[in-house]
């Protein structure tokens, strides 16, 4: 069984930054890719960015120039460096892998942008 194990979230006022690690059970080249997504209360759960097993990465328009993600093979983790934060980018933040049409997920972590 795939697990997936987020953690960095947390509280950060308006334009500060952090940083969100996804640790994997599993060696992270074995998937087709891996990303975050993320779900802010009342809304649909959305793609934040991924990268693929490539290295091919996409990020959703709202976050381009902001955010970046990048991974460690040697220690099966994903990253999501957030920069310039806005209160819109509160939600619970997701980590996921997927292979073919399966898709895994962590239970998130909370990052909440607030003054």
């Known amino acids: 069984q795939v697990e997936l194990v987020e953690s960095g979230g947390g509280l950060v006022q308006p334009g500060g930054s952090l940083r969100l690690s996804c640790a994997c059970s599993e060696n992270i080249f074995n998937f087709n890719d891996m990303g975050w997504y993320r779900q802010a209360p009342g809304q649909e759960r959305e793609l934040v960015s991924t990268?693929?097993?490539?290295?091919?990465?996409n990020y959703a328009d709202s976050v381009k120039g902001r955010f970046t993600i990048s991974r460690d093979g040697a220690k099966n983790e994903v990253y999501l460096q957030m920069s310039s934060l806005e209160p819109e980018d509160t939600a619970v933040y997701y980590c996921n892998a997927r292979i073919l049409r399966r898709n895994y997920w962590g239970k998130g972590t909370l990052v909440t942008v607030s003054s």
């Open positions: 990268i693929n097993v490539g290295g091919k990465i």
